[in-house]
């Protein structure tokens, strides 16, 4: 399958869920901005779903970027789950991802949940801390 | 009758529910205190989350953001898990519970929650946050890590909102259960905000 034919993944925010833009042909995910929905789950499925189908032809570098203000704990455990999905393009020869985790200076907890996943995940993480 | 945004106001819930709100408000001292109770459906959520953000527009970044991630997860909390059975003329609300904020001082927040819960649960839950209040940060690290690779559902993360809540609070938190009725319990959870480190683990 060629990724080419995947159409761009853009899902705007709102007071309680990310901002969500997969271009496949940049390979280049961005989620931004709050996830805080009630029912998680149903919300991050279509981007799970479609990283299935990037899956299966990826980019040779797929870069992730993600600014999060603030994330509930059901959010957090689906955030895995995207994750554990670009683990395994990460896992396939010749392919790369890279997880750009953006943190507020002296905000702990972000960079502290970014960690989190870098000790339990297999993929290069960045922490980029940003200026206020 | 709801939403309840002042204390003028409780006098039309039944009197033992009164007593354990007006106990809880006493316990903010002179410290500017937000009150809401109401059914907690998604939109009563939002909006109190709205308000909440414009009483912390002033303290820390820090204290903001772990007092908004805690409300979070508390009042999501009551939206699933509250019982849909409340006592009296309240058992027409869905989720009934109430929130109160207490800003301290602008470095130190109170939060409180208080929903009514069925008996065949209320052991579950105290035996759960009993266990989390006698973990080292260590051991809280570790529930936290093994829950967290867990499948999960839309009903949350099996636990994984007062383990984060213990881990934003150093361990900061106390509940109890008011036996309301042969049925129910009110389960009142708090939870203090504070930039100082309060090494409370394991105690």
Known sequence: MDSNALKILEIKATNKTPYIKFDPNMGVLELRGRSIPEN??????PLVEWLDKYAQDPKDKTEVNVQLEYFNTSSSKCILDVFKKLEDINKKPDKEVVIN??????????LEAGEDYQSILKIPFKMIEMEE | MLPILNKEHLSVLPEKLQEVIY??????????????VDNFLPQTIDEL???IENILSDVPK???KRTFNITVELIQNINLHATTSAPGHLSKYEKFGFYILCKMTNFVTRITTGNFVDKAVKNDIEYYLRYLKGLSAKQMKDLY?????LN??????????????AKK????????FINYNLELYLFIFNATVSIEKNKVYGQ
């Open chain 2, 49 to 51: 989350l709205c308000d």
């Open chain 2, 62 to 64: 820090k204290i903001k």
């Open chain 2, 169 to 176: 609070t150093n361990n900061n938190f106390n509940f109890k």
């Open chain 2, 145 to 149: 890590f093994k829950i967290f690779e």
């Open chain 1, 101 to 110: 985790w953006y943190y507020e200076e002296d905000d702990e907890d972000m």
């Open chain 2, 23 to 36: 106990s809880e408000l006493d316990e903010c001292g002179q410290g500017e205190t937000y009150l809401r």
């Open chain 2, 152 to 165: 999960h559902n839309y009903k949350g993360g099996g636990g994984l909102g007062f383990i984060d809540i």
């Open chain 1, 40 to 45: 998680a789950v149903e919300f991050y499925k």
